[in-house]
């Protein structure tokens, strides 16, 4: 149980719904910023204006996914005036606080780290990762569903990367009934993806592979599909780029080809926000316990 912690929730979109529920069953103490539009009426929680008053008798802080903007912006859907997380507002914490957070940009890494506050990165977990590669994989078939007139039973499909989100992006296409092609860059996820029944080639053969495909699925976050490969995707290719921005694909060169590039962030979040939610809720609550945060550490 959580009785007794002050947790205080900035900014975020319907994931975070999942995670106040939790808290709010753990018994936490949960005061919301960034809520005003909240239509849901959670039990025992207060709404509260950002305020390095209201900060200082924190013992969590729970930013959204992506935490703040490199101006400090908090994003919220549920309110419609700017939340800006400043200096100030991180140096009136107190010192035993823990700030969570799905990944942190630069900007908030520094101001915690100048007044050691402990950040913690929750997408930077193998466990999350993995977890959340269920919803990616799922949004990534719809995606492809929607953007071709052929099944993915049968289909020839190849995945790049062989990490948490494409390893499950793979097995998922495999499920349907795809021919699915894995582009690895290490002789053990070589061998794995063989064991697994997938094709696998190192990506440094790409041009050599991508003649026939019908869907591309990227999970490389370099620069891998390059106009190069473009140039030799068959026309009815899709691509669908799952790596984080600015994805992993020459998308002028595809559009100057007339092959359809589509970079998708973001899916668990927008296919599947409760099961988001209750990844984030379920670790959340799980560290915060671990940790050993209590309301005590603050007299
Ligand atoms: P991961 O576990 O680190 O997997 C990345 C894979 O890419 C690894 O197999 C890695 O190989 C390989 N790789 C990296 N650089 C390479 C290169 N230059 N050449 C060949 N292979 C290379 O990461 P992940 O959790 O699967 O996430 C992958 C990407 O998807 C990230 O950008 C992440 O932010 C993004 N993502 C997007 C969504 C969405 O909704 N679109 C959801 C989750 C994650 P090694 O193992 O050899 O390093």
């Known amino acids: 149980m959580l009785t007794g912690i002050r947790v205080v929730f900035i900014g975020g979109d319907a994931r975070q719904l999942e995670v106040i529920q939790k808290f709010s069953e753990l018994d936490a103490t949960v005061i919301l910023i960034g809520f005003d539009n909240l ?12 305020s390095s008053e209201l900060l200082k008798t924190a013992d969590v802080i729970i930013l959204p996914p992506v935490g703040t903007d490199d101006a ?22 107190p010192k035993h606080a823990k700030v969570y957070t799905g990944m942190a940009k630069a900007h908030l890494k520094q101001m915690c780290a100048k007044y050691a506050i402990r950040l913690v990165e929750l997408f930077e977990r193998d466990d999350v990762a993995i977890y959340n590669s269920i919803p990616t994989a799922e949004g990534a078939l719809m995606m492809a569903i929607q953007n071709t007139d052929i099944t993915i039973h049968g289909s020839v499909c190849m995945v790049l990367g062989f990490g948490r989100t494409g390893m499950t992006m793979a097995r998922t296409l495999q499920g349907l009934g795809a021919k699915v092609l894995v582009g690895v860059r290490r002789a053990e996820h070589f061998a794995r993806a063989k064991e697994m029944g997938f094709t696998p080639f190192y990506t440094e053969e790409i041009i050599e592979n991508v003649y026939y495909i019908d869907l591309l699925f990227n999970t490389i ?10 140039a030799n995707i068959p026309h009815r290719a899709v691509i669908i780029d799952l790596a984080s921005k600015p994805g992993g694909t020459d998308f002028r060169f595809a559009e100057k080809r007339g092959i359809k590039a589509l970079l998708a962030p973001g899916l668990p979040g927008i296919v599947a926000p409760k099961t988001a939610g209750r990844i984030i809720a379920d670790t959340l609550s799980q560290l915060i316990m671990e940790d050993g945060i209590t309301g005590r550490n603050r007299e």
Do not use: C, D, W, Y
């Open 39 to 50: 239509q849901n009426q959670f039990s025992g929680i207060t709404k509260a204006k950002l």
């Open 221 to 230: 976050p370099t620069m891998i599909i390059t106009a190069q490969v473009i």
């Open 72 to 93: 400090g912006i908090v994003e919220s859907i549920f309110t419609s005036e700017e939340l800006r997380l400043v200096e100030e507002h991180i140096a009136s914490l």
